[in-house]
């Protein structure tokens, strides 16, 4: 007589083993998390203060700073505007006091800047990068890389010598070193993660397999028939330990 074995146990072992795979969480990821948090932050930051590029404090300059969104100006003419005004203070970029020199202001690059952080920002959070596992800042990276070159063009600020790059800027390349880390510390964790579950699934494979039991001359082999029950949808506790086949 062969007997064919199940066990409940090894059903909750299995299930067990499933759930524990599908929950792991390991430390990388934690910190990945919070690179990506940090750099999420500095992100903000960058987009939201007006320092990204300032006159020398010595040089008296007419112009005194800008950021993505604002201007600020020291009794400041422009020479190609038809009427005798002087701009001076800070205003918002979009507002009524810029309203004759806005092209001149903002031309079509600066609006491509700011698009790339409008997009990076929503993109960039820390929910979204966690999801997605690897998101290549390549916005934050085009918009730094455009506005360094173009900080200097004589062509947009008057007396670019008399300029520089400001704290804003630098947080912003910051932020883009923080999303590069994070970026491939996620995908490091994808490839662990992969090859966690390849494993479980060899170890769940490797209790569901026939194993061959020998009662003097015969051969027999022992069944888990953990799918015939889970069909059934019977409770693992009404089947019987050994079933005579």
């Keep these: 007589m062969a007997l064919s074995t199940i066990s409940g146990g090894s059903i909750e072992t299995v299930d067990r083993i499933r759930k524990n795979a599908n929950s792991y969480i390991s ?26 590029l300032s006159s020398y404090k010595y040089t008296y300059s007419s112009f005194v700073r800008l950021g993505l969104w604002d201007f600020c100006f020291r009794d400041f003419r422009h020479p190609y505007f038809q009427y005798d005004e002087k701009f001076d203070g800070c205003h918002w970029v979009y507002s009524s006091r810029y309203h004759n020199i806005r092209d001149w202001l903002q031309p079509g690059i600066f609006i491509a ?25 390549f916005p934050l990276f085009l918009a730094i890389t455009v506005f360094g070159a173009m900080a200097f063009n004589r062509s947009w600020l ?18 883009l070193l923080f999303h590069c880390a994070a ?17 479980q699934n060899n170890l769940v494979y490797n209790m569901d397999n026939r194993s061959p039991v020998h009662f003097g001359q015969a051969s027999y082999e022992t069944r888990p028939m953990m799918a015939e029950v889970q069909q059934q949808s019977v409770p693992v506790r009404q089947q019987p330990y050994f079933t005579q086949v």
């Excluded at 700011?114 to 690897?134: D, K, M, R, W, Y």
């Excluded at 490091?188 to 992969?194: G, I, N, P, W």
Aim: glycine share 2%; net charge positive; hydrophobic share 55%.
């Design 183 to 199: 970026a491939l510390l996620l995908c490091l964790e994808m490839f662990r993660a992969h090859n966690r579950r390849r494993k």
């Design 27 to 52: 430390r990388q990821m934690y910190i990945a998390a919070l690179v990506c948090l940090l750099a999420w932050i500095l992100l903000i930051i960058a987009f939201a203060s007006p320092y990204w």
């Design 113 to 137: 800047i700011g698009i790339a952080f409008i997009l990076e920002v929503v993109t960039g959070t820390p929910p979204e990068q966690l999801s997605l596992a690897f998101n290549p800042p």
């Design 158 to 175: 008057l007396y670019p010598q008399f300029n520089h790059l400001d704290w804003s800027y630098y947080v912003a390349i910051a932020s």
